[in-house]
T-cell receptor, first 115, second 115 residues
Framework: GAVVSQHPSWVICKSGTSVKIECRSL??????MFWYRQFPKQSLMLMAT?????????EQGVEKDKFLINHASLTLSTLTVTSAHPEDSSFYIC???????????FGPGTRLTVL | GENVEQHPSTLSVQEGDSAVIKCTYS??????FPWYKQELGKRPQLIID?????GEKKDQRIAVTLNKTAKHFSLHITETQPEDSAVYFC??????????????FGQGTTLQVKP
């Protein structure tokens, strides 16, 4: 149980294009989903928190117009990196928590490379 | 806001020895403390967690202790094996009844178990 999938696992795109990453909870309903960014050999940095049906809450310093988050259903959240630039290259990981639960489960991550 | 400090940043032990990783947190309202193991390029995996109403929890070779007064918690791995080699992250969170709250991660500890 408590499986979170993420797609794609890796993506290479040209500078200026937009990239969408999907995060799905496969066997539970995720009231809350989180998006993290991780640089090599560093910890996970929370970008935003999203609750199903409401606007995402972004962490300080994260541009909400650049990182668009949608949590349209209890099993799906998407992160769209708009007008990507090389400095957006990173490992993006989503996680999900079920309603009333404490534990948070992570997706396998998406490696984004912007050329 | 919450701040989590993790030590040491790297830890090398001989196979069969014990490993201890320590974390301190700043917000006394934090009530849930998970530990994650992350292998290179993979997702963080929840290995053990503890709630603030418990002082210690054990699962086979892994144990976590919590000292609420001192605001620190530790991960203990006994009889270490080479496959325990990974990066370990502690985290702290305040989980409210409405399922809100966000994990704040420590900086990570790279554990190397030498055969």
């Amino acid at each position: 149980g408590a499986v979170v999938s993420q797609h794609p696992s890796w993506v290479i795109c040209k500078s200026g294009t937009s990239v969408k990453i999907e995060c799905r909870s496969l066997d539970f309903q995720a009231t809350t989903m989180f998006w993290y960014r991780q640089f090599p050999k560093q910890s996970l940095m929370l970008m935003a928190t999203s609750n199903e049906g409401s606007k995402a809450t972004y962490e300080q310093g994260v541009e909400k117009d650049k990182f668009l988050i949608n949590h349209a259903s209890l099993t799906l959240s998407t992160l769209t990196v708009t007008s990507a630039h090389p400095e957006d290259s990173s490992f993006y990981i989503c996680s999900a928590r079920s309603s009333g639960g404490y534990a948070q489960y992570f997706g396998p991550g998406t490696r984004l490379t912007v050329l | 806001g919450e701040n989590v400090e993790q030590h040491p940043s790297t830890l090398s032990v001989q196979e069969g020895d014990s490993a201890v990783i320590k974390c301190t947190y700043s917000d006394s309202a934090s009530n849930y403390f998970p530990w994650y193991k992350q292998e290179l390029g993979k997702r963080p995996q929840l290995i053990i967690d503890i709630r603030s109403n418990v002082g210690e929890k054990k699962d086979q070779r892994i144990a976590v202790t919590l000292n609420k007064t001192a605001k620190h918690f530790s991960l203990h791995i006994t009889e270490t094996q080479p496959e325990d080699s990974a990066v370990y992250f502690c985290a702290a969170i305040i989980v409210w009844s409405s399922n809100t709250g966000k994990l704040i991660f420590g900086q990570g500890t790279t554990l190397q178990v030498k055969p």
